[in-house]
Antibody, heavy 116, light 113 residues
Framework: EVQLVESGGGLVQPGGSLRLSCAAS????????MGWVRQAPGKGLEWVAN????????YYVDSVKGRFTISRDNAKNSLYLQMNSLRAEDTAVYYC?????????WGQGTLVTVSS | DIVMTQSPDSLAVSLGERATINCKSS????????????LAWYQQKPGQPPNLLIY???TRESGVPDRFSGGGSGTDFTLTISSLQAEDVAVYYC?????????FGQGTKLEIK
């Protein structure tokens, strides 16, 4: 079964850091672009970051550039999102997704709440 | 950035009737090199992640019922549900993947009348 499972979300204070993980199974992880998409409570979808198969290409939405870092470990079939200098507006459910041009496989999401 | 605008924001349709959602991009998402529209549609039910329905504007993802169809080209696109079923209640999003940043429409909430 093709599956993505996120972990690492939680409550963090403004200015703090959090690292999200995404474990992939059921497909050849190393063959695909992967990405993160977030959804603030009651709001729409916002793409956050993508990276290619070997990590040589990474792209970010402007609002997270310099604060978030996407990375992957193909040996562990895992995708990561390091989030630093978190702000209240980063509060959202963060989805890991396979980026096969479109986002064709999604995880269930992990909630990140930035609040004092 | 390409801005995606959906209409309407919400829609109520009777069971068995047709539902149509519109999506307009601020610039063309049609590639002249391969004649493909870089436009996708997703369905999101409450408490669930989005689910890919349509890509390349009109290609149904595997397993998606054939009552769902996508159309349009360039800057104007539609998602049509030919005969609304109760399980189709959801929020629907269009997305362009023509360039980075990929961007989504604001969503259209579909309900039963």
């Amino acid at each position: 079964e093709v599956q993505l499972v996120e972990s690492g979300g939680g409550l963090v204070q403004p200015g703090g850091s959090l690292r999200l993980s995404c474990a992939a199974s059921g497909f050849t992880f190393s063959s695909y672009w992967m990405g993160w998409v977030r959804q603030a409570p009651g709001k729409g979808l916002e793409w956050v970051a993508n990276m290619n198969q070997d990590g040589s290409e990474k792209y970010y939405v402007d609002s997270v550039k310099g604060r978030f870092t996407i990375s992957r470990d193909n040996a562990k079939n895992s995708l990561y999102l390091q989030m630093n200098s978190l702000r209240a507006e980063d509060t959202a459910v963060y989805y890991c997704a396979r980026a096969n041009y479109v986002f064709d496989i999604w995880g269930q999401g992990t909630l990140v709440t930035v609040s004092s | 950035d390409i801005v995606m605008t959906q209409s309407p924001d919400s829609l109520a349709v009777s069971l068995g009737e047709r539902a149509t959602i519109n999506c307009k991009s601020s610039q063309s998402v049609l590639s002249r090199s391969n004649d493909k529209n870089y436009l996708a549609w997703y369905q999101q039910k409450p408490g669930q992640p989005p689910n890919l329905l349509i890509y390349w504007a009109s290609t149904r993802e595997s397993g998606v019922p054939d009552r769902f169809s996508g159309g349009g080209s360039g800057t104007d696109f539609t998602l049509t549900i030919s005969s609304l079923q109760a399980e189709d209640v959801a929020v629907y999003y269009c997305q362009q993947y023509y360039n980075t940043p990929v961007t989504f429409g604001q969503g259209t909430k579909l309900e039963i009348k």
